[in-house]
């Protein structure tokens, strides 16, 4: 059931689709983009993008299968996911959307944008996953792995997470960099110092992390599914695409961008050097990234 809500957000709720329930967001009026959440998150990673409906932009944002009211059943794989996005265009009665892939929902906007080219009239990755992926504390320990994915663990963990971001919001980024960054300190402590001052952005990010008994089962799923993840998948692309991505990302490095300049896509990669390591949508990076993102979906849109 989709309720109504207030400002820029028009719709929330469960859209019943031929491939099952999607929980999503709509905000704004026009043409339609659909934003892929990153992991953890969910339909409420979204707020990240909140200028595109401001700017005359109509954004789906919709929990990934196994987080919040998204199961799983309505697809594991990421060309599912990819199936899902398009069945979710049909029960809205839209006929096509761009596709923005944050982070871990790289592989399922390159899936939309590759399955159904003639649903997909642009294509946007920021700090994407497109080959792939482990995480890096994952790959150096598998049994942290395995504790961070415990709802002993990670439920206390993430709700932790979520009250020094936004009770120390500085104390919080700077551990945060020293996991998602390759900056050296005085570059993280300047960092630190700027992720947390816009405070929308920032408690969208944190909240997004819970409640983790919400969002446990898409994270499993992702931390699976990743590791497959192959770049030769999405050669036959022809959406027009830009490729946002941070020179000091410690989780997804550049290398996942020229993974798909490799495969001979016809994309547009734009780095972002003041980027603060894996978080282009916070700091000093934030408004170039939204600038890049607009004009581009401007420059395509139906």
Known sequence: MLLLLTTFTALAGVVETARG????????????????????????????????????????AL?????????LSSGATYAAQGDLAAALLDALGLDQAAAVGLSAGGPAALAFAARHPDRSWALVLEAAVVDAYVPPDQAENELLGRLILSPLVAGPTFRMLRRNMLRHPERAAARLLA????????AREACAAQLG???????????????YRHRRAGLRNDLTQLAGVDAADWSGLSAPTLLQYSPSDADVPVRHAQALL??????????HPSACGHFLWLGPSSEAVAAERLAFLSAHSP
Do not use: C, N
């Not at 929990?63 to 199961?71: A, E, K, Q, V």
């Not at 996991?179 to 005085?186: F, N």
């Not at 490799?262 to 780095?271: I, S, Y």
């Open 21 to 60: 329930p999607v929980d999503v967001t709509i905000t704004g009026e026009g043409p339609a983009v659909l934003v892929f959440h990153g992991a953890p998150g969910g339909s409420d990673q979204g707020e990240l993008l909140a200028p595109l409906a401001e700017a005359g932009f109509q954004v789906l």
């Open 63 to 71: 929990s990934r299968p196994g987080y919040l009211d998204t199961p």
């Open 179 to 186: 996991l998602e960054s390759t900056l050296d300190a005085p």
């Open 197 to 211: 001052q816009d405070p929308v952005p920032w408690a969208a990010l944190a909240d997004s992390f819970v409640p």
């Open 262 to 271: 490799d495969q001979g896509v016809d994309a547009t990669l734009v780095l």
